[in-house]
């Protein structure tokens, strides 16, 4: 089982940045995919997740209206668009697979993260 991301970096607030979950080693079409994100001396928080038993997307509230989030079942990949960026979503972003919704405690697979530093 492999979770890859992609597409972390440096934005200025106000502006965009595109990650991307490249999923492979297991049956991709059963789990839900979700990206979480973690702040240094913070919980690991859901952001969004996509697919699961009601094939739904999801989003915490302060994300809402300004992330969204899509599958590509053919490449197996899950993409988080990011617009209009605040200084508070500075963190190390993961990809998740799992049963779904936005509980770190209901994924099983993990991938390494990346780094996404929003500057004011």
């Known amino acids: 089982v492999q979770l890859v991301e992609s597409g972390g970096g440096l934005v200025q607030a106000g502006g965009s940045l595109r990650l991307s979950c490249a999923a492979s080693?297991?049956?991709?079409?059963?789990?839900?995919i979700a990206w979480f994100r973690q702040a240094p001396g913070k919980e690991r928080e859901g952001v969004a997740c996509?697919?699961?038993?009601?094939?739904?997307?999801y989003y915490t509230e302060s994300v809402q209206g300004r992330f969204v989030i899509s599958s590509d079942n053919a490449r197996n990949t899950v993409d988080l668009q990011m617009n209009s960026l605040k200084p508070e979503d500075t963190a190390v972003y993961y990809c998740?697979?799992?049963?779904?919704?936005?509980?770190?405690?209901?994924?099983?697979?993990w991938g390494q993260g990346t780094q996404v530093t929003v500057s004011s």
């Open positions: 996509i697919g699961g038993a009601d094939g739904g997307t």
């Open positions: 998740a697979a799992g049963l779904g919704y936005l509980h770190p405690g209901e994924y099983d697979y």
């Open positions: 080693g297991f049956a991709f079409d059963d789990y839900a």
